[in-house]
């Protein structure tokens, strides 16, 4: 179980005292226990058991909810005990805890209006509408070590030699018994050094010596094909997300330029700073 999270016996939790039982259907301000007064509502055993890692969330009902019950009678009653000040630590982190929640709730606010029907027919439009003309490749390559193993190569191509017999001989790349064949691929699926040098060529041609992080390559672009857009229905999601991370930028965007915002200098500061966890000592 989670540090401080304890289930206490059976004979222990039959001792606590016992509330009325009320009459109406439970609801989040239900009170199910008081410690010196102070009460706890079912609301705050639903939360504390949503913040539970998911496979503590397994366990049945009846056996989480009088855990967690005493465990919050448990953290009210060691509360109240505490005596002195709030620790800074303590007080910053529960600033900066009602910050986030707060802010978190007005993002799902504005991400609840950004997707809507016609906003998603929009973007599928704008995406993959008359405009779209995204390419696919067929090549293959000969990967080497070396810089001049690749010229070499390159050389033995230029008189003639077959590329896929080369790469089967040469190549160390795990295409190399397929003869260098990499099949079909789109944009963005190669390292960038690699999908330059294919874009560069012709049908047919063969590129010159390419170095990446795998090694030295000699590339041969077979061909090309544009690539069908995909249906709305399988990019909905997708769409989606982007329209209410774009909403949520923007909207970012425009309270704080509208805000009086002020980051004063201070001199002197170095940012290593922020791990100094002794700053936090009251």
């Known amino acids: 179980m989670p540090k401080g999270f304890t289930f206490l016996p059976a004979l222990a939790i039959a001792a606590a005292m016992a509330l009325p039982v009320r009459a109406e259907p439970p609801s989040a301000d239900t009170i199910v226990a008081r410690v010196n007064g102070q009460e706890i509502k079912l609301g705050h055993v639903i939360i504390a058991r949503a913040a539970l890692p998911q496979q503590y969330q397994q366990l049945p009902p009846e056996v989480l909810y009088d855990a967690i019950v005493e465990q919050l009678i448990q ?14 630590r ?4 529960l600033e900066n805890e009602r910050r986030s929640l707060l802010a ?8 609840a209006g950004a997707a809507g029907d016609a906003d998603l027919k929009a973007a599928y439009d704008t995406t993959y509408g008359a405009d779209y003309d995204a390419q696919e490749f067929n090549a293959a390559h000969i990967l080497v070590e070396t810089e001049e193993e690749a010229k070499a190569i390159a050389s033995e191509l230029e008189s003639g030699a077959d590329f896929a017999a080369l790469a089967k001989e040469k190549s160390t790349g795990p295409s190399g018994p397929n003869g ?6 789109e944009k963005g699926m190669m390292v960038p050094e690699f999908e330059a040098a294919v874009m560069a060529l012709e049908p047919g041609q063969i590129s010159d010596p390419v170095k990446t992080q795998f090694g030295w390559h000699v590339v041969k672009l077979n061909e090309t094909r544009a690539k069908a ?26 309270l ?7 980051r004063p200098e201070i001199e002197g500061l170095d940012p290593g700073v922020i791990g100094t966890l002794d700053l936090l000592e009251n």
């Open 75 to 88: 953290q009210s009653a060691l509360e109240q005990a505490f005596a002195g000040e709030v620790p800074k």
């Open 90 to 93: 303590v007080a910053l982190s």
């Open 104 to 111: 978190g709730e007005e993002i799902e606010r504005i991400m």
């Open 180 to 185: 260098g064949a990499l099949g079909w691929f």
């Open 229 to 254: 857009p995909p249906a709305f229905d399988d990019v909905r999601e997708e769409l989606a997300g982007e329209l209410r991370q774009k909403a949520v930028a923007e909207r970012a965007d425009a």
């Open 256 to 262: 704080v330029a509208e805000a009086t915002v002020e």
